[in-house]
């Protein structure tokens, strides 16, 4: 029996000759992966001062994130604390009783200023009365002053002889 495909091949004879798109992207990633294994060898040649740099900035940052979860840890032990205080001083129900204090204290404090603000308020009314006051006396007498001026300006006028002008004359 005739056999169309030789052993390990993909195709049958005629189209064996051509590249399948599997073998071409076999080949890339050979080639990516020999490049890629040159590229590590050459980090890994790293000068000694690089690794140094490298180990002091992780063991920074070891420090840094110890650093924070002691202080996340002692934030949490101290809320407990406070909480088991509160508890142990009197649980809730001397609790609502200080709030209810509290709630009177503000509300009385409320009256109290409401208070405080209507007296002044007829102060501030009674000193703009008596402004008021003083300003109709002071423009009555201005008035006065210049009614009085005006009558003296129209006796005079009335008393002097006209003064006629130029050009008056000349018509």
Not at 91 to 102: F, P, V
């Amino acid at each position: 029996m005739l056999s169309y495909f030789d052993p390990g091949s993909t195709l049958p004879v005629p189209f064996n000759l051509l590249t399948l798109p599997q073998c071409i992207h076999d080949g890339v990633i050979y080639i990516f992966k020999l490049t890629r294994k040159e590229l590590y060898k050459k980090t890994r040649r790293a000068s000694s001062s690089q690794r140094r740099d490298h180990h002091r900035k992780k063991t920074e940052l070891r420090k840094r994130m110890s650093m924070h979860h002691i202080n996340v840890m002692t934030r949490i032990v101290k809320r407990y604390v406070l909480r088991a205080q509160v508890e142990e001083a009197g649980g809730s129900n001397t609790s609502e009783a200080d709030l209810q204090e509290i709630k009177h204290d503000i509300s009385s404090l409320r009256y109290e200023v409401i208070g405080g603000l209507t007296r002044w308020d007829s102060k501030i009314e009674e000193l703009f009365n008596s402004l008021e006051k003083q300003k109709t006396e002071e423009g009555q007498i201005q008035i006065s002053t210049a009614v009085a001026q005006i009558e003296r300006k129209s006796k005079n006028e009335r008393l002097a002889p006209p003064v006629l002008d130029a050009t008056e004359i000349n018509k």
